[in-house]
C-alpha cells in the first residue's frame, strides 16, 4: 500500500493466472494486460510450445478477473498473417459481452525480411 498509488497493473500471459488472481487482487491489482493470440488450442501450443498450458484456463483467467471486478482488463492480441487474422472476429464474439477491451497489435517483422515468429520457430 503505496499512498498517492492508483493503479496496480500486470501484463501477462496469465499461464498461472488464474491461480494467483484472487491473492494478486487482494494486494491490490486492479488491471491486468493479457496476452491471447489465438483462440484455437492447437495454435496456442505452437505459440507456447507446451502441451497441456490450457487454452480453456485462458478464458477463465478472463471470466474469473471481471468476476472480480478488476477496475481495468485488457487483452492483448497480435495478428499474424497466415496464423491467426481469420480469427479476428472469433475475438469480438467471444469478448463482445464482457467489461474489457481488446487491443488488436500489428505484428511487426523483426529485421524487414524474415519476422521474429519465423526465427523462433525456424520457419523460412
Known sequence: KL????TIAVTTNGINLTRLLPRLKEAGLNAINISL??????????????????L???ATVLILAVMLCL????VNCVVMRG?????????????KD??????FIEYMPFDGK???FEILHGMQ
Open 37 to 54: 493470440d489465438t483462440l484455437v488450442p492447437a495454435k496456442f501450443e505452437f505459440i507456447v510450445r507446451r502441451k497441456g498450458t490450457g
Open 114 to 116: 524474415q519476422s521474429c
Open 3 to 6: 499512498e498517492g498509488l492508483k
Open 56 to 58: 480453456s484456463s485462458k
Open 98 to 103: 464482457l467489461p474489457l477491451d481488446v487491443r
Open 83 to 95: 496464423f491467426n487474422e481469420d480469427e479476428l472476429l472469433s475475438f469480438v464474439d467471444f469478448t
Open 71 to 74: 477496475l481495468f482488463l485488457q
